[in-house]
Each structure stands twice: as C-alpha cells, then as structure tokens.
C-alpha cells in the first residue's frame, strides 16, 4: 500500500563461488523477514529500500538499507531488546517491539551478528553477518 521498492544487490567479493551457511531456513527467513518488514513499516511512501547481499570468503553479509527517519542514537542501544520501540510522528506504525529482539535471539543462535546504525543516505541500516561453512 506504501508502494516501496525494494533495489537488491549482489556483491561478491569471494575468489570463490557462492559460500553456504549453515542454519535453520524458518528461522533465517524470520530474520530476514523482520528486518525487511521492519524498514518498509519507517520508509515514506514512494522511497526505496536497498537490500545487499555480500558474499566474502569467510562470511556472508545481507544489509537493509531504509530511507526512514533512522533510529534516534539515544534508542540504538536498546534496538534490539523485547517491547523496545522506535518512536515515530506516524502513529499508523504498529508492532509490539519483539521483531528485531526476535531476530536478534536468531542471529545469536547461529554465532552470527545482527547490528542496526544510521545509515549516510537517512535511514536505518541493519546488517547481518554470518560465517560460510
């Protein structure tokens, strides 16, 4: 309804193929599915939304790039915790602040990382490292 664009990028930066990773798929797309969600629910109507998958030697990178406000710098280190919630001038925006807390815990269970920042262009950027098998 929002009419969001998503941009999807590929980078490789490996000497070799595509890496795998190992986890569990239902999981990885909830991950994956909550920091997408999330960056449509604060992006304006019309804006784009960049999504970049970086494949490295070591590890795989996948990062969620919104054209939202960003998250206020006193709030960024409590992103991540249950019922936390990024404040907004748009009251239609609803969630009980457990979907990034949910990702997190998903990340932690695969020994990868997911961090959230201010992106240069305006916006959130949340990015989730994990290593290749």
Known sequence: S???????????ESARDRQAILGDKD???????NI??????????ESTISLTLIWKDETST???EDRGPGIPEEQ????????SRGTSMD???KGFGLGLAISNQI???HHAQLTAANS????ARFTFEIKNI
């Open 107 to 109: 990340a932690t269970l």
């Open 76 to 83: 960024l280190p409590f992103i991540f915790e249950r019922f």
């Open 36 to 45: 997408i969600e999330n960056a449509i629910k604060y992006s304006p109507p």
């Open 120 to 123: 240069s262009n305006k916006g």
């Open 27 to 33: 999981l990885l797309d909830n991950l994956i599915f």
């Open 62 to 64: 996948f990062v969620v």
């Open 2 to 12: 929002k009419h969001i664009g998503l941009k999807f990028n590929i980078e490789n």
């Open 91 to 93: 009251t239609r925006i």
